[in-house]
């Protein structure tokens, strides 16, 4: 499992651009660390994969799964990457607020 994660991690980051040094540091773990988890080597802490997905903006479910999100959930996500921290308490309020309705 540990090699696949590993693989998808990697896939990512090269996508976005990302070097190995640049990704570690947005995720506050080592490069060398990095590079051990994108070729299997060692596994890791749910903490580590919430850095990584924050850092890479993904769900944890594509790296541990590979199940990409539905359409909806992508667009979805694609909306709320628009914003940023501090934004998310007033657009979670707006959702609700709308939801209520």
């Given at each position: 499992m ?57 769900d ?42």
């Amino acid at each position: 499992m540990y090699k696949e994660v590993g693989e998808r991690i990697l896939q990512i980051r090269i996508s976005q651009g990302y070097t190995r040094e640049t990704l570690s540091k947005m995720a506050s773990i080592t490069p060398k660390f990095l590079y051990e988890i994108e070729t299997g080597r060692r596994g890791f802490s749910a903490a580590v994969l919430y850095n990584i997905c924050k850092a890479l903006k993904v769900d944890s479910d594509y790296i541990l799964m590979g199940e990409k999100p539905t359409g909806q959930d992508e667009k979805l996500l694609e909306v709320m990457q628009l914003f940023d921290e501090s934004q998310m308490d007033s657009i979670q309020a707006i959702l609700r607020y709308i939801q209520e309705l």
